[in-house]
């Protein structure tokens, strides 16, 4: 618990809510693997992570994998769970996944909830098996933009280029954003790409989307992720020190672009807010930051929408020259590289509970654990993910034990 602060849980006789372990499966280029068995190999090592055998699970949550998600992963995994969650909004059903499954915990509606995620995206593509995704699909409100080319990366584009032009924000400075992610990904010997990068090599790739260039964007790899929940009571059995779901939040914002108010806002500052409020910190007690970063943008408006920075500061916020969001610095974000350098599987949302989780233990590895000023380990992080163009976002508050 950290000192001087209430315990998790929200109401009088709600249990406390820990993740207990955390894992990812092979991630980058896995050629053979189907995503059943990187979910398998995810959620065995979480288990273990844990010190946990698999019989103590009621809950489990997935999506994106079978036609009855998540009954099909579940039953390839041997589990049969009296509670299930099966939300997709995109990026965030991670985050999202997390709030749900500590309410259902804290209320006694289940004792431990595995969520876990696979995918074979590169491999898939690579093989023939699968193209890219230009659009979501023509039906329902989509139908009245596909004709005119609003791809996702268009769609993130745009409000890029509004941000740009709302509060002057710079390609150079969106470029920093990609730059302090592999400084990151530089000293993870899991991250895919590690070579250095510069604002200049950003600036001169090959157009994706204006003002978006390839090292704007996300990578494309293979890989999967598993996180534990238990309640306190399972804590004492458990190998690893617990960290503490102190506070989430969620929201939806729109799916069609003419419904969205303000390109510059995401819902991230609804999501946040009500995260940090039910945990009852502040922005400013944050050690460090695990934010869902398909583009740069995301990353930038983010941090502004969570409260890190002023809106339209985030570019100043975010420069390079600072050093803000490298591991060393005074923000550090995606401290594992994050999805424009690490890994991108598709919904990358439980790779920042994965992160978060292992910087909070202590567990990064020399050279690429976060800490305080003081020298000691981070106490307070948050993990914020953001699904289809920011159409949803889910905001999860976590305390070392």
Known sequence: MIPGQRPPGRRPGRRKVAVVGTALSDCGRVEEATPYALHAQAARRALADAGLDRSV?????????GTLAPIEVAEYLGLRPTWVDSTSVGGATWEVMAAHAADAIAAGHANAVLLVYGSTARADIKAGRRTGNLSFGA????QFEVPYGHTLIAKYAMAARRHMHEYGTTLEQLASVAVQARANAARNPE??????????????GPMIADPFTKLHCCIRSDGGAAVLLAAEEYVRDCRTSPVWILGTGEHVSHTTMSEWEDFTGSPAAVSGRLAFERAGVRPDEIDFAEIYDAFTYMTLVTLEDLGFCGKGEGGAFVDAGKGRLTVDGELPVNTDGGGLSAQHPGMRGLFLLVEAVRQLRGEAGEGRQVRRSDGELPELAVASGTGGWFCSAGTVVLGRG
């Open 57 to 65: 699970i009621d809950g489990f949550a997935s999506a994106g994998l």
């Open 139 to 142: 039906r329902g409100p989509l």
């Open 191 to 204: 991250a895919m790409f590690r070579d250095p990068i510069t604002v200049d090599d950003v600036l001169s």
